[in-house]
């Protein structure tokens, strides 16, 4: 088995009816119930919104990333599968697509210390 990163981008519905939103909340809280009785699921948080950006060999920092974005990481797991395929194959259950929202698929490097 290897260990997964699921990067959550987009699939927010700000304007959404606190009944929706609930809705929605209790379709992620099953497929993590599912990802946990298979036990692949390992971790995962959502990400708040703002922060700050550093970059460049000058290391400017600069606020962001904007919610507002399409591409902006919302949240992450970390998950165990045999492979890549089956990485994306547990990730097609994931409720951002009913949203819009994409699920970046990255297999996690293991470096020995």
């Given at each position: 088995?290897?260990?997964f990163m699921y990067l959550?981008?987009?699939?927010?519905?700000?304007?959404?009816?606190?009944?929706?939103?609930?809705a929605q909340m209790?379709?992620?809280m099953d497929w993590i119930q599912r990802l946990?009785?298979?036990?692949k699921y390992i971790s995962g948080e959502p990400l708040q919104p703002g922060g700050k950006v550093v970059s460049g060999a000058k290391k400017i920092i600069t606020d962001g990333p904007f919610a507002e974005g399409k591409?902006?990481?919302?949240g992450f797991f970390l998950i165990r599968a045999a492979s890549l395929d089956e990485a994306v194959a547990l990730s097609k259950d994931c409720p951002i697509f009913e949203s819009g929202g994409s699920v970046e698929?990255?297999?996690?490097?293991i470096i020995n210390h």
């Open positions: 088995m290897s260990n959550f981008r987009g699939g927010e519905n700000p304007s959404a009816s606190p009944d929706k939103m609930q209790k379709k992620w946990k009785e298979q036990e591409e902006v990481v919302g698929v990255r297999p996690v490097q």
